[in-house]
């Protein structure tokens, strides 16, 4: 289905041919023409499916047939301010033949930007992005009148749940009118999420794409191996893709992972940078800005890199542990091969998380091949779950080396 269809005004269909943006997805397809017509709507949709312009399209092609009234019309909540930022950035690209206006209201920063978030608030962006957190510590103060909400968009709902969102996102709710537009995004429908819905949403239509599939594009595999053998195992990666590879990708579970496995990195040579929530405000947004222009090669992040982060370009993705959510695999390898184009996704399993693993294939349904790792490394562990018998002797073992009393 063409964009043309849809009806949308000349403005705005000018910034989607100056996008290039000419067919819709199927979550697009299917969810414009239900926002159009004034419905609620709960849509499970993985990101790079292309849910972003799903969401943002018909809301611009409303504002832009109203009449403007400076008051902000729209509120999105996204579960990162990277996130926010991205959506207020496609927003911008979308409406520059229009007069809708966006303003993203997120953390950190200084006193200044808490200011001018304040202003778009009160002057009226048409359409704000915001984290949970930081539009509740404006809604605190009583400058910000919500009456003039048409819509609430929740983006990644389950992931915003599962960072703790719920109270924060009911208390936003309930600022807002009870005639409004409330559209639900989210990867995954847990039981949570429709309790959610349940309280947010009224007569809502939904959607659902398969869920949990990584992109088709995605070339997958994995190797057994040691955490020993890891660092030389990214070095044989990328000896052997070449020079020419511009972006890589390295995953791993928590703050202090992420900085070892740098460290790491830089000392055997291969120059890294690193990417999570420790980090302050501008640091990141300059991180990510050095990674898209390909001032940083190799990028070692948290999973907050992992869910709707647009980058393009990023031939590789390296699970350097396995992540412990079978859902955050899915996007984080989703990082590459972004809408239509190709990439690899590189697991390292270590004997340990061998179940995970296994848990992953299921949520799948496919098999990740395993590769043998290269000549001259020592011998890879078989992809086998530890048997508990093995856990418990080796526990044994360890208690009797350990003394009965202190001495
Ligand atoms: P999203 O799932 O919203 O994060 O979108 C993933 C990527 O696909 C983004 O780079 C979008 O700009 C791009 N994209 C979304 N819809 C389309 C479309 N209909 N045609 C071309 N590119 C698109």
Excluded at 101 to 115: N, Q
Excluded at 201 to 220: D, F, H, M, R, V
Excluded at 350 to 368: A, C
Excluded at 380 to 405: D, G, V
Aim: charged residues 30%; aromatic residues 6%.
């Amino acid at each position: 289905m063409k964009f043309t269809e849809f009806n949308f005004g000349n403005e705005l269909q000018e910034g989607l041919d100056m996008m290039g943006f000419e067919k819709a997805t199927p979550i697009q397809e299917q969810a414009i023409p239900i926002i159009q017509n004034n419905k609620d709507l709960i849509a499970c949709a993985q990101t790079g499916t292309g849910k972003t312009a799903a969401f943002v399209l018909p809301i611009l092609d409303i504002l832009t047939k109203e009449t403007q009234n400076n008051k902000v019309n729209t509120i999105i909540i996204a579960p990162t301010r990277e996130l926010a930022k991205q959506i207020d950035m496609q927003i911008e690209g979308f409406s520059y033949f229009t007069n809708a206006s966006s303003y993203p209201i997120y953390g950190g920063g200084t006193g200044v930007e808490f200011d001018n978030q304040k202003q778009a608030l009160q002057k009226g962006s048409d359409i704000i992005i915001c984290t949970p957190g930081r539009l509740l510590a404006h809604l605190d103060f009583d400058y910000f009148d919500t009456s003039s909400v048409k819509h609430l968009i929740l983006d990644e709902a389950d992931r915003m749940l599962d960072m703790g969102f719920y109270d924060d996102i009911m208390k936003i709710s309930n600022t807002l009118p009870k005639n409004r537009q409330t559209l639900l995004f989210s990867a995954t429908m847990p039981p949570k999420i429709r309790e959610l819905a349940n309280k947010l949403l009224k007569n809502p239509e939904s959607i659902s794409l398969a869920i949990s599939k990584p992109a088709e594009g995605i070339t997958q595999s994995a190797y057994m191996c040691h955490d020993s053998q890891k660092v030389n195992l990214v070095r044989e990666i990328l000896r052997a893709k070449g020079r020419d590879l511009s972006h890589v990708l390295i995953f791993a579970s928590s703050i202090k992972s992420v900085r070892e496995i740098k460290t790491t990195l830089n000392k055997a040579g291969m120059k890294a940078s690193e990417m999570h929530s420790g980090l302050d405000q501008d640091q990141r947004e300059q991180t990510i800005r050095d990674f898209k222009s390909k001032k940083i090669r190799i990028l070692v992040a948290t999973d907050i890199l992992s869910r709707g982060i647009d980058i393009k370009g990023i031939e590789i993705v390296i699970n350097y542990e396995v992540p412990h959510d079978e859902e955050d695999y899915v996007h984080r390898i989703g990082r590459t091969a972004r809408a239509d184009r190709t990439g690899e996704a590189i697991t390292f399993i270590n004997p340990k998380q061998v179940k995970n693993f296994k848990d992953i294939e299921k949520l799948i349904e496919k098999e990740v091949p395993k590769l043998e790792l290269p000549k001259g490394f020592s011998k890879a562990p078989e992809y086998k779950i530890l048997s508990k018998n093995k856990k418990n002797k080796k526990w044994r073992n360890f208690k009797k080396q350990k003394p009965t009393s202190p001495k």
